[in-house]
């Protein structure tokens, strides 16, 4: 499947994306908020299974309304765990350290900021996880996933329209890298992702993408890795990164990798 293959549909904030596979489709929620949410529907025989939430309420209330005539089988709560007023029925799944990640953890502080940030127009709410799941294949409402455990939640492989989904890719933008070891990490992973040959790369906060963006995305983090091995803090290397990069965007993730770079 081309990551450019699709038919969209123009909501009132937001655009969906839609990727027909024949038996399956995929719905790819391009929010339009202030921090470039994502959000994906899987959908097989009129039942759906949901990768992440919205997070805001104007896309909340458009994206439950987009889904009113579908049967929604479970919601996969992997990084973004804010959003909890959206599909409050909805049977939750969520790996043990991702539920710690967003109640006290790195995603607790996220939410945080982002609620001390854009006010009451952000829900702040935490989804409450009803299925514990392990690494390993999961069936939810007949549709196949494999769950991949990660240091702070979960990846997610979708084999039946062979993609998988992992919370950031960005191929000209900006990404959260924590250091040189996170920076091998990612470029290791990206790698697999290329050896196994994957049509679709989802992530949270990008339009899906494919094996020539993660190849990009590599050399990237590459880059990143020399330039900070040349530079004596964090303002000389964000100087350097924008000099290096001058379009790309996200530029509040540059400022924290930084932060982990040059702590």
Same mark, same amino acid.
């Given at each position: 499947?081309?990551?450019?293959?699709?038919?969209?549909?123009?909501?009132?904030?937001?655009?969906?994306?839609?990727?027909?596979?024949? /038996?399956?489709?995929?719905? #790819?929620?391009? /929010?339009?908020?202030?921090?470039?949410?994502? !959000?994906?529907? !899987?959908?097989?025989?009129?039942?759906? !299974?949901?990768?992440?939430?919205?997070?805001?309420?104007?896309?909340? $209330?458009?994206l439950?309304?987009?889904?009113?005539?579908?049967?929604?089988?479970?919601?996969?709560?992997?990084?973004?765990?804010?959003?909890? /007023?959206?599909?409050?029925? #909805?049977?939750?799944?969520?790996?043990?350290?991702?539920?710690e990640?967003?109640?006290? =953890?790195? =995603?607790?502080?996220?939410?945080?900021?982002? /609620?001390?940030?854009?006010?009451?127009?952000?829900?702040?709410?935490?989804? $409450?996880i009803?299925?514990?799941?392990?690494?390993?294949?999961?069936?939810? =409402?007949?549709?196949?996933?494999?769950?991949?455990?990660?240091?702070?939640?979960?990846d997610?492989?979708?084999p039946?329209?062979?993609?998988?989904?992992?919370?950031?890719?960005?191929?000209?933008?900006?990404?959260?890298?924590? =250091? #040189?070891?996170?920076?091998?990490?990612?470029?290791?992973?990206?790698?697999?992702?290329?050896?196994?040959?994957?049509d679709?790369?989802?992530?949270?906060?990008?339009?899906?993408?494919?094996?020539?963006?993660?190849? !990009?995305?590599?050399?990237?983090?590459?880059?990143?890795?020399?330039?900070?091995?040349?530079?004596?803090?964090?303002?000389?290397?964000?100087?350097?990164?924008? $000099?290096?990069?001058?379009?790309?965007?996200?530029?509040?993730?540059?400022?924290?990798? #930084?932060?982990?770079?040059?702590?």
């Open positions: 499947m081309n990551k450019n293959t699709y038919t969209s549909v123009k909501l009132t904030k937001g655009e969906m994306n839609v990727y027909d596979f024949g /038996t399956i489709r995929l719905h #790819a929620y391009k /929010t339009n908020d202030l921090i470039d949410d994502e !959000v994906f529907v !899987v959908e097989k025989d009129g039942v759906a !299974v949901i990768i992440e939430s919205p997070c805001f309420f104007d896309n909340i $209330q458009e439950a309304e987009y889904l009113q005539d579908l049967e929604i089988a479970g919601i996969l709560v992997a990084y973004h765990g804010a959003g909890a /007023t959206f599909m409050p029925e #909805a049977p939750k799944y969520a790996t043990a350290n991702a539920v990640y967003s109640q006290n =953890g790195g =995603g607790k502080a996220l939410i945080d900021n982002f /609620t001390a940030a854009f006010g009451d127009s952000f829900d702040s709410s935490v989804h $409450q009803t299925n514990i799941i392990g690494e390993g294949p999961i069936t939810i =409402g007949g549709i196949n996933f494999i769950i991949h455990q990660t240091a702070e939640a979960f997610i492989e979708i039946e329209i062979n993609a998988v989904y992992t919370h950031m890719l960005g191929h000209d933008c900006h990404s959260i890298v924590a =250091g #040189a070891a996170h920076a091998d990490a990612i470029i290791d992973q990206l790698e697999g992702y290329i050896a196994k040959g994957y679709l790369i989802l992530t949270s906060h990008y339009t899906p993408e494919d094996l020539k963006d993660a190849a !990009v995305k590599i050399a990237y983090i590459q880059e990143l890795k020399k330039i900070a091995a040349g530079c004596a803090n964090a303002d000389e290397f964000k100087t350097a990164v924008r $000099q290096q990069y001058p379009n790309y965007s996200g530029d509040n993730y540059l400022d924290m990798t #930084a932060g982990f770079f040059f702590a």
